[in-house]
C-alpha cells in the first residue's frame, strides 16, 4: 500500500520565478492538503482539494495556487517566488468516507529560493 | 481560531524512561480533534495518536497515550519507555469537528533528545 509521494524532493529556484510541486495521495484517499514549514516552524495549511476544487484556504496569498486531477493526485504552483517562500512543503492526503481518519503526510519537497 | 502552545522548545531524556510533552489549545469549537505527529530529520510527519473532544477515554497507541483534560485545554503526549528512535520533532495539532480531513493547526514543536 503506497503511501503518500512527492516529487520533486530538493528544489532550488531564484527570486521571480515559478515553481510547480507534485503529491500523488494515499491509496483510498480522495482529499488533499498542502502544508508550508519554515525552518523551526510548524506546518501552516496552505489549502485543501477536493473533488478538484479548493475547499479551504489558509492564510497565503494568491501567489499560492493549485489544482487536483481526476486521479486524486495534485499540484501547488507558486508564482513570483520571494526569498521568504524557502520552505519544507508538504503534501497530506485524508478520506471524506468513513469514520474518522487523519491526514497522512508525504516527505515533503524543500524549496530553497536564491 | 484555534491556537496550539508548545512551552517546551527542547526535552533531553534518559532512555527507558517515560516523556511527557506538553501541549494546550485554544478554541471556540464544541467539536474538535487532537493530534500528534513526529517529524524525524528525514522531515516526514508521522502520525502517532488522536484524541477527538467527544472521547471520554484518553487514546493510547503502543507506548503512546494521549493525556487529555478537556477542563483544563491540555493533550499532553506521553511516550512509555524511550527508545532511541524515539528522537524527533514532535507536533500538537488540531482541527475543527472530530474529523481528519479538516485542516490543521500546528503548534510549534518539541525537539525530544533520547539519552543512551
Known amino acids: 500500500d503506497a503511501g503518500v509521494t512527492q516529487s520533486p524532493t530538493h528544489l532550488i529556484k531564484t527570486r521571480g520565478q515559478q515553481v510547480t510541486l507534485r503529491c500523488s495521495p494515499k491509496?483510498?484517499?480522495?482529499?488533499v492538503s498542502w502544508y508550508q514549514q519554515a525552518l523551526g516552524q510548524g506546518p501552516q495549511f496552505i489549502f485543501q482539494?477536493?473533488?478538484?476544487?479548493?475547499?479551504q484556504r489558509g492564510n497565503f496569498p494568491d501567489r499560492f495556487s493549485g489544482h487536483q486531477f481526476p486521479n486524486y493526485s495534485s499540484e501547488l504552483n507558486v508564482n513570483a517566488l520571494l526569498l521568504g517562500d524557502s520552505a519544507l512543503y508538504l503534501c497530506?492526503?485524508?478520506?471524506?468516507?468513513?469514520?474518522?481518519?487523519?491526514?497522512?503526510f508525504g516527505p515533503g519537497t524543500r524549496l530553497t529560493v536564491l | 481560531a484555534q491556537k496550539i502552545t508548545q512551552t517546551q522548545p527542547g526535552m533531553f531524556v534518559q532512555e527507558k524512561e517515560a516523556v511527557t510533552l506538553d501541549c494546550t489549545y485554544d478554541?471556540?469549537?464544541?467539536?474538535?480533534?487532537l493530534f500528534w505527529y513526529k517529524q524525524p530529520s528525514s522531515g516526514e510527519m508521522i502520525f502517532l495518536i488522536y484524541?477527538?473532544?467527544?472521547?471520554?477515554q484518553n487514546a493510547t497507541e503502543g507506548r503512546y497515550s494521549l493525556n487529555f483534560q478537556k477542563a483544563r485545554k491540555s493533550a499532553n503526549l506521553v511516550i512509555s519507555a524511550s527508545q532511541l528512535g524515539d528522537s524527533a520533532m514532535y507536533f500538537c495539532?488540531?482541527?475543527?469537528?472530530?474529523?481528519?480531513?479538516?485542516?490543521?493547526?500546528f503548534g510549534t514543536g518539541t525537539r525530544l533528545t533520547i539519552i543512551p
Open positions: 497530506a492526503s485524508s478520506s471524506t468516507t468513513g469514520s474518522v481518519d487523519t491526514q497522512y
Open positions: 491509496s483510498g484517499h480522495d482529499t
Open positions: 482539494y477536493y473533488e478538484e476544487e479548493e475547499r
Open positions: 478554541t471556540s469549537d464544541q467539536s474538535y480533534g
Open positions: 484524541q477527538g473532544s467527544y472521547d471520554e
Open positions: 495539532a488540531m482541527s475543527r469537528a472530530n474529523f481528519g480531513n479538516e485542516k490543521l493547526t
